[in-house]
Nanobody, 115 residues
Framework: QVQLVESGGGLVQAGGSLRLSCAAS????????FGWYRQAPGKQRDMVAA???????TYADSVKGRFTISRDNVKNTVLLQMSNLKPEDTAVYYC?????????WGQGTQVTVSS
C-alpha cells in the first residue's frame, strides 16, 4: 500500500519560511506526478503546487514567487519550500501522488502563520 508521510509543518510568523517534506514509500516514485494541496477550516481543498514525473511545475497564483516544489527521485521525496508566508497560507497541507493507477494522499501537516 502506497504511503505518503508529510512533515515540516508548524507555527511561523508572517514573512517567515517553512519547508514541507513528503516521503513516499511502496511506490514506483519516478512515474508519479505529485502535488501539494491545502485546506483551511470551512474551505475546500485546493492545489498549491504540482510537479510532473518529468519535473514540470505548476503553482496556484496565490503562491507564485513564494513557494517552490521539487522532487528527489533517489530519496523518494517531494519538497515544498515556502517563503514570505502570509496568514492566509494557514491550512492543513496534503501531499498527493497521482498516476494512471490512482491517486494517493498523505495525512496532512498543519501550517499556521501568525500575523
Amino acid at each position: 500500500q502506497v504511503q505518503l508521510v508529510e512533515s515540516g509543518g508548524g507555527l511561523v510568523q508572517a514573512g517567515g519560511s517553512l519547508r514541507l517534506s513528503c516521503a513516499a514509500s511502496r511506490i514506483t516514485f519516478s512515474i508519479y506526478a505529485f502535488g501539494w494541496y491545502r485546506q483551511a477550516p470551512g474551505k475546500q481543498r485546493d492545489m498549491v503546487a504540482a510537479i510532473t514525473s518529468g519535473g514540470n511545475t505548476t503553482y496556484a497564483d496565490s503562491v507564485k514567487g513564494r513557494f517552490t516544489i521539487s522532487r528527489d527521485n533517489v530519496k523518494n521525496t517531494v519538497l515544498l519550500q515556502m517563503s514570505n508566508l502570509k496568514p492566509e497560507d494557514t491550512a492543513v497541507y496534503y501531499c498527493s501522488a497521482q498516476a494512471l493507477a490512482g491517486t494517493h494522499w498523505g495525512q496532512g501537516t498543519q501550517v499556521t502563520v501568525s500575523s
